[in-house]
């Protein structure tokens, strides 16, 4: 992901980008990296700060819902769509997962128990609104121009700055000087991110756990070990709601009816696919695109 100045700098920096760390208003990164359309960013860790928005977030599976005052955080590597009203107003911030790992995180979110919920998972946070997202935004325009200021070699203390802002209700555990968690295999990591590279590039044909497997010159055991791991769900779970991701990607931001929709994810029949999408969503697929579009 290239770096890019973002509106809310008044200067630049002057040997040009942040070794790890890049920012945009939601304006600028939505130019670049259509939210609406469902992405991933296999390298960095995204924090979005909506000052003025409505709409829908969805990250693997999970729904947020976007208001005022909300902090939405994404880690590395998983699928994301945001739905949002015309002229959405705010920050996004990315940071190197590698470096975030071995520099900053280690060294902030010291628990392991927080450590792995506020990491490893999406989050969001509602507690920014009114006032407390006026001083937010005040601080958001302060780090911009502080990392501009500074340039290189500022990378840590700005993004364990951000850490800290975004997630400041978790502050006291964070400074528990507890011992560090432990690192994570990167066989494991790396065969996670093998089987979603393929899981994306196949989710529509509908293969078995067993066809990744063979794809992936793995196990069955091996690959359940690493995707639990990773995000706490099974191979079947992540194929499975990359189909929904695209489905209410498909209904949210398309104007294709139900039966076009179940044809372009592999389904040759939409009655089946209706039944799929209400058996794991609780909704008719025409009920989830009336309560969730945004007008």
Same mark, same amino acid.
């Given at each position: ?60 599976? #999970? ?12 880690? $590395?590597?998983?699928? =994301?769509?945001?739905? @949002? !009203? ?98 994570? #295999? ?12 393929? $899981?994306?590039?196949? =989710?529509?044909?509908? @293969? !078995? ?87």
């Amino acid at each position: 992901m290239p770096g890019m100045a973002s509106n809310f700098d008044e200067t630049s920096t002057k040997d040009g980008q942040f070794n790890h760390i890049d920012s945009w208003s939601i304006a600028e990164y939505n130019s670049v990296y259509p939210i609406a359309q469902g992405h991933r960013d296999p390298l960095k860790r995204l924090y979005f700060f909506f000052k003025e928005a409505k709409g829908y977030a969805i990250v693997d599976d #999970q729904e947020f819902k976007i208001c005022p005052g909300t902090s939405l955080v994404i880690p $590395v590597n998983r699928l =994301f769509m945001i739905s @949002l !009203s015309k002229n959405p107003q705010g920050y996004v911030f990315a940071g190197d997962e590698y470096f975030l790992r071995t520099k900053v995180a280690l060294g902030t979110f010291t628990p392991p128990s927080h450590y792995k919920v506020t990491y490893h998972h999406p989050r969001a946070y509602y507690h920014l609104a009114g006032d407390k997202g006026k001083k937010r935004d005040h601080i958001f325009t302060q780090i911009g121009e502080a990392r501009n200021k500074l340039g290189r070699g500022c990378d840590a203390a700005v993004m364990a700055y951000i850490f800290v802002v975004m997630c400041d209700d978790l502050a006291p555990h964070l400074l528990a000087n507890k011992e560090p968690p432990p690192r994570e #295999q990167s066989t494991e990591l790396d065969l996670f991110h093998a089987f979603q590279s393929l $899981v994306e590039s196949n =989710f529509h044909r509908h @293969l !078995s756990v067993n066809q990744y497997c063979r794809m992936l010159k793995t196990t069955r055991a091996k690959l359940i070990s690493a995707c639990k791991k990773q995000v706490s769900s099974t191979p079947l779970e992540i194929i499975r709601n990359r189909v929904l991701i695209e489905a209410k990607r498909a209904l949210l931001n398309t104007s294709k009816n139900i039966s076009e929709i179940a044809y372009s994810l592999g389904y040759e029949d939409p009655s089946y696919f209706s039944r799929f999408f209400k058996r794991y969503t609780r909704q008719s697929p025409l009920d989830y695109r009336q309560e969730h579009l945004v007008m």
